[in-house]
């Protein structure tokens, strides 16, 4: 079963959430119909796979992004000048790996937080996780500087409307609100994090020993020059930031104004160029699904500029997209978690007596409960939107807004916590899943990195409350 480990655990999840469903009675606030209270509906053996069948027809992009990007370094770990630039990166930075390292979680946790990129960043996971294993470092030390660090950035997300719309929406709140508190609150659990990944790295480096599989062989013939693959990964990159980052939050229209220009600038009395394009979103609106077909064309278009054969390129990505198909699967397959959440909301029945044993809001309490529904939800919408309504409208209702700001960063920094050791979080399973790290490894390496992470802003927000 430890060839299997990750898929058991989120089988684990799974049935936890099932045998809710046969010990607790539904309840949640709906908006147009106030409190609602009824029956058990236990899930089922054939219901469950019904469950299983949502998830993937509605999550399935995110295992195809996933997908892509495994595509794209297959085709990467063909051309030696990916090689060159590995080695290039991690001679220029010998003797300094800590620096190294510092910036790469710095860059990852503020696009995470401020452009919204989680998910699309992880196109960037596996070059960085070569530099790192090439410096000797292990493959927990390498899944902490990428997936630790972009996952901290949900705990300080600002001005992405992505990231907090479902809080903002039940609250009131804005993604361009308490921006200073949120990206204090970012630095420090970033910082917490980054002396763990320290310590941590320099108690398991061994320059001696090299993770190869994840290190594409080194070429004998001529050394191909490195910078194609800079320039497009760059534009992607800047293109994802680009696209992800909400303008609309600054009052900024002009990609919406191009975007309509463009869809309604006709050729022969016909719109070509918005019909070849295809797009239904503007930059600042664009999706996962968006985001893949950029990777795809990212691969197509190095494989070009490097002049290798169709049939090679063909080759190369289905085999790169096939190391990635375990990890694709098990993302689409944990947000089982969240449709049988959706379909029958028990959450509210278990957080009741926890919310009842204050009049008011207490920040330890509200931090257990923010916890718990964001590692069982998946996405901080579906949390916000299926517990939140029910806190304001049932549980508390004499909250003033000064409590809506302490609510809204307390479920904001508890969501990263738990996508930082959930089985539910996609940026985690998907890279341990990668790096074949067992789950139970990954929880004893990091726990004292999300004592921290939990702890720091639960002090905070206490004293905030305090003063």
């Known amino acids: 079963m430890k060839k299997h480990n990750l898929l058991k655990y989120i089988m684990i999840a799974i049935l936890v959430t099932v045998v809710l469903t046969w010990v607790l009675p539904i309840t949640y606030f709906d908006l147009n119909y106030g409190l609602i209270e009824e029956e058990r509906d236990a899930v089922g053996i054939f219901s469950l796979m019904n469950y299983i069948i949502i998830a993937l027809n509605y999550f399935v992009r995110i295992g195809l992004y996933v997908l892509a990007v495994g595509g794209l370094y297959g085709i990467l770990h063909k051309i030696s000048g990916y090689r060159n630039l590995i080695d290039k990166v991690t001679k220029g930075f010998k003797g300094r790996e800590w620096l190294f390292m510092a910036i790469v979680m710095l860059v990852f946790a503020l696009l995470s937080a401020v452009a ?32 630790g660090s972009t996952i901290l950035g949900l705990v300080g997300s600002a001005f992405n409307a992505q990231n907090t719309y479902g809080i903002d929406y039940v609250l ?5 609100g308490y921006v200073v508190y949120k ?18 790295g320099k108690k398991h480096r061994d320059t001696k020993k090299i993770e190869e599989d994840y290190i594409p062989e080194a070429s004998t013939a001529k050394k191909e020059k490195t910078w194609q693959i800079v320039v497009v990964m760059d534009l992607l990159l800047l293109i994802l930031i680009l696209a992800f980052f909400t303008w609309t939050v600054f009052d900024i229209t002009w990609f919406e104004d191009i975007f309509t220009s463009i869809n309604e600038h ?6 070509l160029i918005g019909s070849l394009l295809g797009l239904d979103y503007p930059f600042g609106n664009w999706t996962i699904v968006e985001a893949t077909v950029l990777v795809l064309i990212a691969g197509w278009l190095i494989s070009f500029m490097y002049r290798m054969k169709f049939n090679d390129y063909i080759t190369n990505f289905i085999n790169g997209a096939k190391r990635a198909l375990k990890p694709a699967a ?55 939107t299926g517990v939140l309504p029910y806190i304001v409208n049932v549980s508390y209702t004499n909250l003033v807004q000064s409590d809506l700001t302490v609510l809204s960063l307390i479920w904001q920094s508890m969501y990263g916590a738990a996508m930082f050791v959930a089985p539910t979080s996609v940026v985690l399973m998907a890279t341990l899943s ?29 004293m905030s409350m305090i003063i």
């Not at 596996?126 to 902490?144: C, E, H, N, Q, R």
């Not at 009131?172 to 361009?176: F, H, M, S, Y």
């Open 330 to 384: 098990l993302v689409v397959l944990l947000y089982t978690v969240l449709v049988i959440i959706t379909y029958v909301p028990v959450l509210d029945t278990m957080f009741k007596p926890i919310l009842g044993l204050t009049s008011g809001l207490n920040v330890l309490t509200m931090s257990v409960v923010a916890f718990i529904s964001n590692a069982f939800s998946v996405e901080s919408y579906y949390a916000a």
């Open 172 to 176: 009131g709140t804005t993604p361009n």
């Open 434 to 462: 990668y790096l074949h790290i067992p789950y139970g490894k990954w929880l004893k390496a990091v726990w004292i990195s999300l004592l921290g992470i939990v702890a720091i802003p639960v002090v905070i927000f206490v």
């Open 183 to 200: 990206l204090i609150l970012l630095f420090v659990v970033l910082a917490f994090l980054f002396v763990n990944v320290i310590i941590y």
């Open 116 to 147: 919204g990129l989680s998910l699309p960043i992880m196109v960037l996971f596996p070059f960085v996780i070569s530099v790192i294993l090439a410096m000797g470092y292990d493959k927990i030390t390498a899944a902490m500087v990428t997936a």
């Open 266 to 271: 006709k050729i022969f009395g016909f719109p």
